[in-house]
């Protein structure tokens, strides 16, 4: 059945790319809310969905009843966050790095050997003297 509904903070404010899911799916099904906090998902009677969104504490839970075609939520107070911090992870794999050079390498190797031959060919095309 498909439920629709609106995810807003404790303040009445829409809440945009919150994300819902349904708990427990493998693989994950969700979505997440427009602009304006609206959703729409696709879900079985007796499943849960769950409301989550960046800086909120624990994600809200609904359970899907029969006579449900519109769940509307609003999320706990979100936790104050002063910073997201984002891990990079240096690659271990340099296989396509080092490709990536040889065939650098021999580009610039043979822009250098054409470079050479028109050389050659420009000072064999010079007339040095011409008497007639």
Do not use: C
């Not at 609003?74 to 936790?79: H, S």
């Not at 095309?125 to 011409?130: E, L, Q, R, T």
Request: neutral net charge; aromatic residues 8%; glycine residues 8%.
């Amino acid at each position: 059945m498909l439920i629709k509904g609106k995810v807003t903070d404790y303040n009445g404010e829409p809440i945009h790319l919150a994300s819902v899911s349904i708990k427990g799916s493998n693989p994950l099904i969700g979505v997440s809310t427009d602009f304006d906090g609206n959703y729409a998902i696709n879900v079985n009677v007796g499943q849960t969905l769950e409301f989550s969104y960046v800086g909120n504490q624990q994600p809200t839970e609904r359970l899907v009843r029969l006579y449900d075609s519109i769940i509307d939520v609003t999320m706990a107070n979100q936790l104050n966050l002063d910073e997201i911090v984002i891990n990079g992870k240096k690659p271990t794999n340099y296989f396509g790095w080092i490709l990536g050079l040889i065939v650098a390498g021999f580009i610039i190797k043979s822009i250098s050997d054409i470079s050479k031959e028109e050389k050659k060919e420009k000072e064999q095309a010079k007339v040095k003297k011409v008497t007639i």
